[in-house]
């Protein structure tokens, strides 16, 4: 009897093994800053619980309270992961004021909420306690054993120290490092001698590998300990929080400066920023708020002492000047700008034109309804135009005339529930045409078939506006996408869905009929919730990438590249993706990328996430394959767009919603070569749905639209 229970729960943790190894690791990320994704949050303004303070010459942040500003939940960075990552470095630039002997502050944590751990735990007991009902019958010390262990699990739930996952705290000559280790039970490093109790700023960078734990305070020789058992490979992050400066609550809130953190998933970076000519102040990512600012001479302003200063400057957006306020220093984070009141005007310490200016806000489109896409193109002797696909069936969708002031209503058009427009060129004839999503009162079809009429227009040159051409029957159309093969012009529409819930269908891709003067049904291809088609060409092969979505099930799906064989489109690669909205294709020099806009993630009864990574895919001549470059955490992001400024490039991404609101940053990334695309510039959006890049009269533009305000806007870009 016993070898049969030993064997039977064998084969249970044998399931529960595999199971595990399922689960996902988060690898492969690049670094994550921890202080700008909360203080980049609002650029109009600071967070709450949170001061900026200057000390010789260096801005960093100051905790008044732990508040919830400064707490978010784990997914939202590490996302389309499980399991905290087994190798990682932790970077730190701080200062320390002088810390009572025997306190204990925390510059990071994970915890487990209280709630969400008892719901684990008692997840985890009725599984294990039906599947042994199952497999095998108990007998009284079996029980016994059981009872006993359970109450344990009770007691460990129930302390606080249970809760945490991982925290960075410091005391006065040590540095503590402490995870919920192997078995539940919350092991403990110290670093001891680390002296950093001198108010002085210090850079330090923790590195856990498999093979060693080392600390470097500002770049010098590692303290490293051996721990008896590495750091465990199944740290469970589901459900966590982080934690900036504190562990949550106000005991052990940090009480010094901090001005740097960032988590590096799976490398050590040491190398990445020492040596440094600055090693106190060694930099591998620092929030823009907090870059440096010069000090005035101290022959003139000797008066300002380094606590004079860090008490003397303010934030905010408007701020007034008198002679009280004489000597006072204003920053403002929208401008990024420092200034300094001479007793009746502000007069301009610092303006950090390069990142302010980069993006000056040029049009406030007031649009007749919510807007889902903008197509950007040229009519040769009216000039450049933009078409708005807008939600609102009674007002239709306007086309608009770029003028020396902005964009002005040129046409409207009547659309139904539209949600992109695409232009294209047959020779001398231009066309645009619009993917409705709205039912078409056509007696010709069933309605309850969930069809709909996406309209083919053509510019007349006569009337000077854009007139009906064609009506193709499409469901739910997505997005059209225009291209020539060997001077054959072709279309492909992206069908979401027929009816509410089937997802997988065909698309469609025509081909024009020079003899009809028509689109005619050339391939189908099956599709699942598709939303977006992109065409590019490499070398003498083209390609067809589709975005799908969902397949009446989960946003888990593969999107598809297609390569143009033989007069038809074959597949060529697969690629999983959630819920992928847009795909953006762009070369830099002679490399070749794809990038996909993922939307969120919802597999069986696992809540949505919405923050999540969108991949940029390099297509490797060698292995004729596109692989992995870099991953990017977006929020629901539903567009990407690639331009070109002189010898620079750049990303832009339309993020619509992080789970909780519609009104959050768009971000723009610059090439920066080895080190992929790197954010430098955040945009508020509000249901941000798309990005299009223009360029008029030796300026250029940006302009996006909105799926939840009745409003677009165009940024100015500054090339100086």
């Keep these: 009897m016993s070898s049969l229970i030993f064997l039977q729960l064998l084969l249970l943790g044998l399931r529960v093994i595999n199971a595990t190894d399922t689960w996902r690791h988060c690898t492969d990320f690049l670094p994550l800053d921890l202080l700008s994704f909360v203080l980049e949050r609002d650029t109009s303004r600071l967070v709450p619980g949170v001061h900026m303070k200057q000390a010789g010459g260096v801005r960093g942040i100051h905790f008044s309270s732990p508040h919830s500003s400064m707490s978010f939940p784990s997914s939202q960075l590490l996302a389309n992961c499980d399991l905290f990552p087994k190798d990682f470095s932790i970077v730190v630039t701080l200062k320390v004021p002088q810390i009572a002997q025997k306190r204990n502050e925390y510059i990071l944590s994970m915890s487990m909420p209280k709630t969400e751990e008892k719901r684990v735990v008692k997840e985890k007991e009725n599984i294990l306690e039906s599947t042994t009902k199952r497999s095998i019958r108990e007998d009284g010390e079996e029980k016994k054993k059981k009872k006993k262990k359970k109450k344990e699990r009770q007691f460990q739930s129930n302390e606080e120290r249970g809760r945490l996952i991982l925290g960075l705290r410091i005391s006065r000559k040590s540095l503590h490092f402490l995870f919920k280790g192997h078995g539940g039970v919350v092991e403990h490093w110290v670093f001891r001698g680390t002296e950093l109790a001198d108010n002085q700023w210090h850079t330090l960078v923790l590195t856990v590998t498999s093979q060693h734990v080392r600390l470097s305070v500002d770049c010098n020789p590692p303290l490293e300990i051996v721990p008896t058992r590495p750091f465990p490979s199944d740290v469970n992050i589901q459900g966590s929080r982080f934690h900036i400066g504190s562990r949550g609550r106000w005991k052990g809130l940090f009480s010094g400066l901090l001005r740097q953190l960032v988590l590096v998933p799976g490398s050590d970076t040491t190398h990445q920023i020492c040596p440094s000519s600055d090693p106190q102040l060694a930099t591998l990512s620092?929030?823009?708020?907090?870059?440096?600012?010069?000090?005035?001479?101290?022959?003139?302003?000797?008066?300002?002492?380094?606590?004079?200063?860090?008490?003397?400057?303010?934030?905010?957006?408007?701020?007034?000047?008198?002679?009280?306020?004489?000597?006072?220093?204003?920053?403002?984070?929208?401008?990024?700008?420092?200034?300094?009141?001479?007793?009746?005007?502000?007069?301009?310490?610092?303006?950090?034109?390069?990142?302010?200016?980069?993006?000056?806000?040029?049009?406030?489109?007031?649009?007749?309804?919510?807007?889902?896409?903008?197509?950007?193109?040229?009519?040769?002797?009216?000039?450049?135009?933009?078409a708005m696909a807008q939600r609102s069936k009674a007002s239709g969708s306007a086309v608009y005339l770029w003028t020396h002031s902005g964009f002005k209503v040129y046409q409207n058009i009547s659309t139904n529930e539209a949600l992109a427009w695409r232009h294209f060129n047959i020779g001398k004839k231009i066309f645009l045409v619009v993917s409705n999503s709205g039912g078409e009162t056509d007696k010709r079809f069933n309605k309850e078939s969930g069809t709909d009429f996406s309209v083919i227009y053509k510019w007349s040159k006569k009337r000077k506006q854009f007139v009906r051409f064609q009506s193709l029957q499409t469901y739910s159309a997505r997005d059209w996408e225009a291209f020539t093969i060997k001077q054959q012009t072709y279309l492909a529409v992206a069908n979401h869905r027929q009816g509410n819930n089937n997802h997988t269908i065909d698309s469609v891709i025509y081909k024009w009929n020079r003899l009809t003067k028509a689109f005619e049904v050339h391939q189908t291809l099956t599709t699942s919730g598709a939303y977006d088609w992109e065409f590019f060409t490499v070398g003498p092969y083209h390609f067809l990438v589709v975005a799908n979505a969902f397949d009446g099930v989960t946003t888990a799906v593969d999107?598809?590249?297609?390569?143009?064989?033989?007069?038809?489109?074959?597949?060529?690669?697969?690629?999983?993706?959630?819920?992928?909205?847009?795909?953006?294709?762009?070369?830099?020099?002679?490399?070749?990328?794809?990038?996909?806009?993922?939307?969120?993630?919802?597999?069986?009864?696992?809540?949505?996430?919405?923050?999540?990574?969108?991949?940029?895919?390099?297509?490797?001549?060698?292995?004729?394959?596109?692989?992995?470059?870099?991953?990017?955490?977006?929020?629901?992001?539903?567009?990407?767009?690639?331009?070109?400024?002189?010898?620079?490039?750049?990303?832009?991404?339309?993020?619509?919603?992080?789970?909780?609101?519609?009104?959050?940053?768009?971000?723009?990334?610059?090439?920066?070569?080895?080190?992929?695309?790197?954010?430098?510039?955040?945009?508020?959006?509000?249901?941000?749905?798309?990005?299009?890049?223009?360029?008029?009269?030796?300026?250029?533009?940006?302009?996006?639209?909105?799926?939840?305000?009745?409003?677009?806007?165009?940024?100015?870009?500054?090339?100086?």
């Excluded at 002679?323 to 200034?339: D, H």
């Excluded at 539903?638 to 832009?652: A, Y």
């Design 286 to 386: 620092v929030p823009p708020l907090l870059l440096d600012l010069p000090i005035p001479g101290k022959e003139r302003d000797s008066h300002l002492t380094s606590s004079d200063t860090e008490e003397r400057v303010s934030v905010g957006l408007e701020r007034s000047c008198s002679e009280m306020l004489q000597g006072q220093l204003w920053f403002n984070p929208l401008k990024k700008g420092l200034y300094l009141c001479d007793g009746s005007v502000w007069v301009t310490v610092l303006e950090d034109h390069k990142r302010l200016d980069y993006v000056l806000e040029h049009q406030v489109l007031t649009t007749s309804s919510e807007t889902h896409d903008i197509e950007v193109f040229r009519v040769p002797g009216i000039g450049l135009m933009a």
């Design 559 to 720: 999107s598809v590249i297609y390569v143009w064989v033989n007069g038809r489109f074959q597949v060529f690669q697969k690629i999983k993706t959630f819920c992928a909205t847009d795909w953006e294709m762009f070369q830099i020099g002679s490399r070749f990328f794809l990038v996909v806009a993922n939307g969120h993630r919802l597999q069986g009864n696992e809540p949505s996430r919405y923050a999540i990574n969108s991949t940029i895919y390099e297509l490797d001549l060698n292995g004729q394959l596109f692989v992995r470059f870099q991953d990017i955490i977006t929020y629901s992001a539903v567009d990407w767009e690639f331009f070109s400024l002189g010898e620079e490039h750049f990303l832009i991404v339309a993020n619509s919603f992080n789970g909780e609101s519609y009104s959050l940053n768009s971000v723009l990334y610059r090439w920066q070569g080895y080190e992929g695309f790197v954010p430098v510039h955040w945009l508020p959006t509000i249901g941000c749905s798309d990005w299009e890049f223009f360029s008029s009269k030796g300026e250029s533009y940006l302009i996006y639209s909105s799926a939840k305000e009745p409003l677009s806007k165009v940024f100015k870009l500054k090339t100086f």
